[in-house]
């Protein structure tokens, strides 16, 4: 399927800027969106979704061939969580608990957790392992193409699915192809994870993971890192972007650094260990409650270096507000 950009038929999908900004798709959850000019475009349940922001909501780009216009519509709409949690509500909340988040959600509105399919969520954190976010979305976009199907074509740029379990295990000797393109010692951790799934869950095959929605959180944790090569990081990653456990933290360099700063553990160790790990992770939901995951993970965004324009541009933005309502008051007086 061909599909131009001047073609799509944008449907507003009445979300205000509080409640979704699209930065919520370059924050390190998901590695298959790519931003071309102001359209985000992916693949989500086989079907191209091309999305665009407002400064007031988010617009979803319809096409000619797609017959499930209201159905993925219901799709984004459980994809971005929409329905399940007021962002707003919980940003008020978790800024009277703590200054410091109310200080840095100031220039990060609409940051959200997203609801992902925990096969290819478990598998692109798997990729995580002593990896950056540029790199495991080039690892990711690889796999897809390598064993993904194509989906359509968006002016000059191919979509692919994000290969079934079934697709993967297809190909004779995986380890080594994903060895060859690039995966390096990962390469093994994806081929024994899609044999450990099939050989142990034949009927479900990776459907299977989903049964870990209904698990306690810490029990679903501890069955993910039966796999080879995931950690608690990676499991809790998991965790909170694919199966609804938002009480899940995933302390990484980014948030050990935060809890250093910002929360007084640099009192206690320099180096990040197992207990401390836990230790992160209790404080976090201890101080922000229900769906404290989410919270932690607007203070990861606001961390990361490639936020740091926005960052800038937020500030600026204000304090044009700022001299502009001095000028308006003063204006008023005389």
């Known amino acids: 399927m061909k599909i131009s950009s001047n073609s799509l038929r944008w449907k507003d999908l009445c979300i205000s800027s509080n409640e979704l900004r699209l930065n919520t798709l370059r924050c390190g959850q998901s590695f298959r969106w790519k931003q071309l000019n102001d359209h985000w475009i992916s693949v989500l349940n086989g079907k191209l979704i091309v999305l665009k922001e407002t400064p007031s909501s988010v617009l979803y780009g319809d096409y000619d061939g797609n017959q499930e216009?209201?159905?993925?519509?219901?799709?984004?709409?459980?994809?971005?969580q929409l329905d399940r949690v007021s962002l707003e509500e919980c940003y008020e909340r978790w800024s009277r608990l703590d200054a410091n988040f109310a200080k840095k959600a100031v220039h990060f509105k609409g940051i959200r957790i997203l609801r992902q399919d925990p096969w290819e969520n478990l598998i692109s954190f798997i990729c995580s392992s002593n990896n950056n976010i540029t790199r495991i979305s080039q690892m990711i976009n690889k796999l897809c193409t390598r064993f993904g199907k194509k989906v359509a074509k968006f002016d000059d740029e191919e979509f692919y699915d994000f290969p079934s379990l079934e697709e993967i295990l297809l190909t004779p000797k995986l380890e080594s192809i994903l060895r060859e393109l690039g995966f390096g010692y990962r390469a093994k951790y994806i081929a024994n994870t899609a044999i450990k799934i099939k050989s142990e869950h034949p009927d479900l095959g990776e459907k299977w993971l989903q049964t870990l929605r209904q698990m306690p959180y810490l029990e679903a944790k501890s069955t993910l890192m039966e796999f080879q090569g995931v950690g608690p990081k990676v499991a809790d990653c998991v965790c909170l972007m694919s199966l609804d456990h938002s009480e899940s933290i995933p302390v990484d360099t980014h948030v050990w650094q935060i809890a250093l700063k910002?929360?007084?553990f640099n009192k206690r160790a320099k180096t990040l260990n197992s207990k401390l790990y836990d230790e992160v992770g209790e404080h976090f939901r201890l101080l922000f409650g229900k769906f404290s995951g989410w919270a932690h993970s607007v203070?990861?965004?606001?961390?990361l270096k490639s936020f740091e324009t926005k960052k800038r541009k937020s500030i600026k933005e204000q304090r044009i507000t700022i001299e502009q309502e001095i000028l308006v008051k003063r204006t008023k007086r005389k």
Do not use: W
């Open 299 to 303: 203070l990861f965004t606001a961390d």
């Open 262 to 264: 910002d929360y007084g």
């Open 69 to 80: 216009q209201e159905k993925t519509i219901g799709e984004l709409r459980d994809y971005f």
